[in-house]
């Protein structure tokens, strides 16, 4: 990286930023902390003026990508466009300033708004109830499924197997193995789709739930979710939307019509909350009437117009957030939904889905398409026609950085070889579109002409190709003992 580090722009005789006094009569360490605690002198820190620091740390921002600036082809997956009047709507002092432990009378506004959210949740995926409680969409699916097994348990029944297609998102088997269940692979046909007679061999009363993403990772609509649906429910089995890929539907058609028993819904990748990055999110889980007595707890409810918060259930499977979940996630989705309205959210599915296969069409004849199109809201290539000389998925990422565009996810669904998957959602230019499409044909040229020099990209960037095999390499004689720690650090030279 070209950018020093602070350490490394440290004047011994800089002048730092003078803070005001504490005005508090501060103790020494000694009479506070343990004795073998105690540093036996200062650490050395950078000696840097306040003009330095803050020129230095604004440096490295600007370092940064952002989608305030460029292009994501990650699309929901990590985050669409954010509107910025959600941040204004999430600032407002009557949200910002709440304190979990005050009296209900107080926060009427604050309930008014998890209680329109819920009903706004519940039209636009056809579900009963929804629970706003969880952090994140893998949060989500663990409360579901943690639901659909109490579910079956009130009944008597102890379910073992929870199903999960081969082209899933990763975190449904490993929520079903943290919920308990032994996980099953459900095969893909070889047009990406379930396969219903490999789904019917996997049914039995052993199975408690069929997780399934409609439109599946390879972005495309599960086409027999009806046929699904029924040979799913005629075992006794539930069936779980995964709604990481809502943003391909909304406001034209609704899991729970399908024939899905619970929902989860990432607001950040249909609602534009901010979640890229591992920030706080949200991920409610909506259910049908079967499932609504083992909701979370608390739940909001409306007595002659007056919101409470109802912690009497009896059945419910407890607290799966701390107070009512991220409820700054929760303002800034609403707005979103109150902003759009119902046509305007079936306005951005279909813009998502446009503009997806726009792109998919702009790129078929320089990467490899393994599944037939249109595809929905997102398609997944293949790299694996530009293999003859080592040029991989990889490359075509890094290829993208060099061109000033962020990275695709690549190597997912694991169903596809080399897989590159894009998303363009439904805020990008078709300037915009065109110009990663180029950029795309640029890369697949270089790689036919000149694979060492996409080998070598990025060249420009703050952080050029790391070494993956020393890397791999350095970790592994760590772990065997022959080396020391290889985590990356600045050490001081004396």
């Not at 959600?86 to 600032?91: P, Q």
């Not at 929760?330 to 979103?336: E, H």
Request: net charge negative.
């Amino acid at each position: 990286m070209s950018e020093p580090l602070s350490f490394e722009k440290s004047r011994p005789h800089a002048q730092g930023p003078r803070l005001p006094d504490a005005e508090v009569v501060a103790p020494e360490p000694a009479e506070l902390l343990p004795r073998d605690l105690l540093r036996a002198k200062p650490p050395r820190l950078p000696r840097l003026s306040e003009p330095e620091i803050m020129r230095h740390y604004s440096r490295l921002a600007s370092l940064n990508y952002s989608i305030s600036e460029q292009f994501y082809p990650l699309g929901s997956c990590t985050m669409k466009y954010n509107p910025v009047v959600n941040e204004a709507a999430a600032a407002l002092p009557g949200f910002a300033g709440l304190h979990p432990y005050q009296d209900e009378d107080t926060v009427q506004g604050a309930l008014e708004l998890m209680w329109r959210l819920e009903r706004a949740l519940c039209a636009v995926v056809g579900v009963d109830r929804v629970t706003l409680q969880p952090a994140a969409g893998a949060h989500g699916e663990w409360t579901a499924l943690r639901m659909i097994q109490a579910y079956q348990r009130s009944r008597g029944e102890a379910r073992t197997e929870v199903l999960v297609p081969d082209s899933a998102h990763g975190t449904n088997p490993a929520s079903a193995a943290l919920s308990g269940f032994r996980v099953v692979e459900v095969k893909s046909g070889p047009d990406g789709r379930i396969s219903l007679a490999d789904l019917e061999s996997k049914l039995s009363p052993r199975v408690a739930a069929l997780m399934l993403t409609n439109p599946n990772t390879l972005g495309l609509f599960e086409r027999e979710i009806l046929d699904i649906a029924e040979m799913v429910h005629a075992t006794g089995a539930m069936l779980y939307y995964d709604g990481a890929n809502l943003n391909a539907f909304m406001g034209i058609c609704r899991p729970g019509d399908m024939g899905f028993d619970a929902v989860h819904m990432n607001l950040h990748k249909t609602f534009t909350t901010p979640h890229g990055g591992g920030g706080p999110g949200a991920g409610p889980v909506g259910v049908k009437a079967d499932l609504v007595p083992f909701l979370p707890t608390p739940t909001v409810e409306r007595t002659n117009g007056h919101l409470t918060l109802d912690f009497k259930r009896p059945q419910s499977i407890g607290r799966v957030r701390s107070f009512y979940g991220n409820f700054g996630m929760l303002v800034r989705a609403y707005t979103y939904i109150v902003a759009m309205g119902g046509d305007g959210l079936t306005q951005a599915s279909q813009d998502a889905v446009l503009a997806a296969n726009y792109l998919r069409k702009q790129v078929e004849g320089d990467l490899e398409m393994p599944h037939a199109g249109p595809c929905m809201h997102e398609f997944v290539a293949s790299a694996r026609n530009l293999g003859n000389d080592g040029v991989r998925a990889l490359d075509v990422a890094k290829g993208l950085l060099e061109r000033d565009f962020y990275a695709p996810t690549v190597y997912f669904p694991l169903v596809v070889p080399e897989a590159i998957m894009v998303e363009p959602t439904e805020t990008e230019s078709k300037a915009t579109l065109d110009a990663f499409a180029a950029a795309i044909k640029e890369i697949v040229a270089e790689a036919r002409t000149n694979p060492q020099a996409l080998h070598d990209e990025p060249r420009s960037l703050p952080v050029g190709r790391l070494d993956e095999v020393a890397t791999a390499r350095q970790i592994n004689a760590y772990l065997q003992g022959q080396a020391e720690d290889p985590v990356l650090r600045w050490k001081p030279s004396s």
